[in-house]
């Protein structure tokens, strides 16, 4: 099993920046890859960036391209979301979740076997 902990959410300007972290523990050889999802009142879940947990490959949704940074600590413990110019429409309930399959970096929700709690991320106008 692992285990996700989010945290760093919060209220923040539009225009501002947040950096949320997730802490991992457990079975964390078993992860291949980490991503964060979002997801808004009323809305789905929907997929914001993943990078695989041996470093080097990262993959964004578009809407977040450019402004959004995903990241791991070397001790492969913890990873990052570093969210630089946040829009009203970024906010959300943010959740981390780990995917064990070898390979591609996937953006379905079906696709990670763990999830954090997910953590208020709340940008006003």
């Known amino acids: 099993q692992v285990q996700l902990v989010e945290s760093g959410g919060g209220l923040v300007q539009a225009g501002g920046s947040l950096r949320l972290s997730c802490a991992a523990s457990?079975?964390?050889?078993?992860?291949?890859?980490m991503g964060w999802f979002r997801q808004a009142p009323g809305k789905e879940r929907e997929f914001v960036a993943a990078a695989s947990w041996s470093g080097g490959s990262t993959y964004y949704a578009d809407s977040v391209k450019g402004r959004f940074t995903i990241s791991r600590d070397t001790a492969r413990t913890t990873i990052y979301l570093q969210m630089n110019s946040l829009k009203p429409e970024d906010t959300a309930v943010y959740y981390c979740?780990?995917?064990?399959?070898?390979?591609?970096?996937?953006?379905?929700?079906?696709?990670?076997?763990?999830w954090g709690q997910g953590t208020q991320v709340t940008v006003s106008s």
């Open positions: 457990g079975r964390t050889l078993s992860i291949y890859a």
């Open positions: 979740a780990a995917d064990r399959d070898y390979g591609l970096l996937r953006s379905r929700r079906i696709d990670y076997e763990y």
